[in-house]
């Protein structure tokens, strides 16, 4: 326990490594770096003690009182495509004007329920999965020579194309879906180069492992696990008691300092909302407990699942923003969005424990990877940083430990999460190449930046406001890229 002198000099200190635990005792409360970092030279532990909250500059509401414990660019013109799960991936550069004609037929298949509880009437003919990052556009793409005068009259057909390929695939995907035994790898493909907002909820939580591939078990599985979580609601949240009041307080401000420019975000159900996942997640999770960042985790799932019954959002880039506001539906659709996010989230975190467990070494050995990736493939970058004694661990850590929400737009976020759950890995070691592809992507502009402080401030503020599904495509691409090449070359430049 910290003297009352030392506990003045230790709040002005602060730690990337701290966390709740599940009892609500003061040990390890994670804090993310910020642009106030360690000098020159400073060794991992040095640059703990000089590490302030990348969260900004708002207080800890008197958490600097609690005990706690430290321990010791080349953006890819190549379509990567994506093989089904066990076959060999290939990588080829592809025109954007090559046709894709590919199509197969498909068995009947009887009309099922959608796991959110519409209809689905799937097709009787589906196409096969396309395959690449990039769109591709069919010969049929081109205007007719009647038209090509009129720009009006070429924008109509380029959207009728649109909306076919659109409808197109969509009714791939609620095929996949009907089939009475499920075919992950093919729906896992078919996903990763997005998955349409009308299915993307069925679609996340059979590839989260949250519902099985049999159809004649989802609907039993969905109240069972639904009925479980409203269980663990009774037994662990209803029912807590003082001992917990310091992860609950935490857990509050947290959820506050959430997608702060959604005020959809802000009001009393959602807030509840997520105060009772983040809560039972860490009782029942004592090995790592409730850390600062898990929050930031919470927004997808919920967004993805409340979007079939709220009003979507202002259209952007054709692209529909989903809403997470809970108080706009029933306290019944509240509690199935609630139990649904809950379960999906625990899939995700399972995957990636060593994230959040004591010292975070999940993220120390993604940034350490990350670090040598850059090395390889950007050594004038790598050097630039050097120079200017920036360490990786003062960006990259955010990136790690929110899985880059804090970097780029929800709409963003969704989509890359789309193809992170389209592959068994996603979350963990492909998010590492996304992190260094990203990097990348601002090469040049950081390097034309000479000043420390100046650098920790873009690489903090990355101007990714305006960012749509094309820029996550072509991010996608450059880290598919880099992963085909290195993943099982370690040493290939060395």
């Known amino acids: 326990m910290q003297s009352k002198d030392g506990a003045a000099a230790e709040s002005k200190k602060g730690s990337i490594w701290r966390r709740l635990s599940h009892r609500g005792s003061a040990t390890d409360v994670t804090r993310r770096p910020s642009a106030v970092v360690s000098p020159p030279g400073a060794s991992f532990n040095e640059f703990q003690e000089a590490a302030a909250d990348a969260w900004g500059d708002e207080a800890d509401d008197g958490l600097s009182k609690l005990q706690y414990h430290r321990t010791g660019s080349v953006t890819g013109s190549s379509t990567a495509s994506r093989p089904a799960s066990g076959g060999r991936r290939s990588v080829s550069t592809t025109s954007s004007s090559g046709s894709h004609n590919a199509s197969r037929n498909a068995s009947p298949v009887k009309p099922a329920r959608s796991l959110g509880g519409g209809p689905i009437s799937p097709r009787a003919k589906s196409s096969s999965p396309r395959k690449g990052l990039l769109p591709r556009r069919s010969s049929s793409d081109a205007v007719s020579p009647r038209s090509a005068g009129s720009p009006a009259a ?209 993220i120390q050995k993604r940034i350490m990877e990350m670090k040598d990736l ?45 193809t992170y759950s389209a592959q068994t890995d996603g979350y963990a070691s492909f998010h590492m190449y996304v992190c260094v592809a990203f990097l990348t992507t601002f090469s040049k502009e950081l390097k034309r930046i000479a000043e420390f402080q100046d650098l920790i401030m873009f690489l903090q503020r990355l101007p990714t406001k305006g960012w749509h599904e094309k820029e996550v495509a072509l991010l996608l691409a450059e880290a598919y890229r880099l992963e085909f090449t290195f993943q099982d070359a370690k040493n290939h430049l060395q």
């Not at 996010?341 to 010292?359: E, H, M, R, S, V």
């Not at 003062?394 to 999460?417: D, H, K, S, V």
Request: net charge negative; with cysteine; hydrophobic share 40%.
């Open 154 to 362: 070429g924008a109509a057909v380029n959207d009728g194309i649109s909306a076919r390929a659109k409808d197109s695939r969509i009714a791939k995907f609620k095929a996949l879906i009907a089939s009475p035994k499920l075919d992950l790898a093919a729906l896992r493909e078919l996903s990763w180069n997005g998955i349409p907002a009308e299915v993307r909820p069925d679609v996340w939580r059979l590839l989260s492992g949250y519902l099985p591939a049999n159809i004649d078990r989802r609907e039993i599985t969905l109240e069972r696990k639904r009925a479980e979580y409203q269980d663990f609601v009774q037994q662990y949240y209803i029912t807590k008691g003082p001992d917990t009041d310091t992860l609950t307080h935490q857990i509050q401000i947290d959820i506050k300092r959430t997608n702060t420019e959604m005020p959809e975000f802000h009001n009393d159900e959602t807030h509840a909302m997520f105060e009772r996942i983040l809560f039972i997640w860490a009782f029942r999770h004592p090995s790592s407990g409730y850390v600062q960042g898990i929050n930031d985790l919470v927004t997808p799932f919920a967004s993805v699942f409340l979007s079939p019954h709220t009003k979507r959002g202002a259209t952007e880039g054709g692209e529909a923003i989903p809403l997470c506001d809970a108080s706009a539906v029933s306290k019944e659709i509240r509690e199935i969005v609630e139990a649904d996010t809950y379960w999906c989230l625990t899939k995700l975190l399972d995957g990636i424990q060593d994230n959040y467990t004591a010292a975070q070494p999940g």
């Open 374 to 418: 850059i090395q390889r493939v950007d050594k004038g970058l790598d050097d630039h940083l050097a120079k200017n004694s920036i360490d990786y661990l003062q960006f990259a850590f955010r990136w790690m430990n929110c899985l880059l929400m804090r970097e780029l737009p929800l709409r963003c976020t969704i989509r890359l999460w789309d």
